[in-house]
């Protein structure tokens, strides 16, 4: 069994008709003993996953919500470094301890930047399961995707509407899970997802057996609920962040009460 088929991505998934519920907030916003206070309230609310945002002075999918957060990350003076020592606090004060699955969304630069082997080092070290790279092409994913595959990180594929013919193409090569985009555009919560999301995850399920989850623009329990329906669960970034933007760093409570309400109705799915 190779590194990324025995990681703990694939355990989110591999109970028959569980559905995940996955989170994601902004590294060091507002500051880093907030985010690592944040993160062990998702998984105590019972989150499966939790996606880090890495700080990042450019991030083009994201919509205003997560740009503020990242430039407040960033104005606190978070680093990649910085980001790292707080997976490493989660390690040690997780309930779970190192079961606790992680994951990164960043961008290209900030990686290439850090150095590739290292990054994908580091996070091997800490039990980093996955990473997610927005502004990373399908054809450009190899050199990426080599190193990380060496260091037991799978490099997850992401599946828009505007993907079409391409659907089945990245569907194919996917590793750990597949993220399907709910709507064009940029993150953000959406009062409406129209798109035709069970015919893109019908398309993905005739070519691979690799997990869906859909995320952007979620942010009621009924919208989780839905999706969870549809693939095998449904990830939150935007809400998440903008109960911390309001709470600042009394935002604790807040979480653990939506996290746990946003697990509850993918349960129910």
Do not use: W
Not at 18 to 31: E, N, R
Not at 40 to 60: C, K, Y
Not at 87 to 100: D, F, H, K, T
């Amino acid at each position: 069994m190779s590194k990324i088929q025995d990681n703990q991505i694939s355990r989110v998934f591999q109970t028959p008709n569980h559905k995940a519920f996955i989170a994601f907030l902004t590294a060091g916003d507002p500051t880093p003993d907030c985010t690592v206070k944040y993160i062990l309230e998702m998984e105590r609310a019972g989150a499966d996953l939790i996606e880090i945002g890495i700080p990042f002075s450019d991030p083009t999918a994201e919509g205003v919500v997560i740009q503020d957060a990242n430039i407040r990350a960033l104005q606190g003076g978070m680093t990649t470094d910085g980001v790292f020592e707080i997976v490493r606090r989660v390690r040690e004060q997780s309930q779970g301890g190192a079961a606790i699955p992680l994951a990164f969304m960043t961008y290209a630069n900030p990686v290439f930047h850090y150095g590739c082997d290292r990054f994908f080092a580091r996070c091997e070290e800490l039990g980093v399961s996955a990473i997610i790279v927005p502004d990373l092409p399908y054809e450009e994913k190899q050199e990426l995707e080599k190193t990380a595959d060496a260091h037991g990180v799978a490099l997850v594929s992401m599946i828009a509407p505007t993907s079409r013919e391409r659907i089945q193409m990245i569907a194919r090569e996917a590793k750990g899970f597949i993220y399907v985009v709910s709507s064009m555009g940029v993150t953000g919560v959406r009062n409406e997802i129209n798109t035709d999301l069970e015919s893109m995850v019908k398309s993905i399920r005739q070519v691979t057996d690799v997990p869906c989850a859909i995320g952007f623009g979620i942010s009621t329990p009924g919208q989780a609920r839905h999706m969870a329906r549809i693939s095998d669960g449904a990830i939150v970034g935007s809400a998440i962040v903008k109960i911390i933007a309001q709470g600042g760093e009394q935002a604790a409570s807040a979480i653990y009460e939506y996290v746990k309400s946003m697990k509850e109705a993918v349960a129910q799915a």
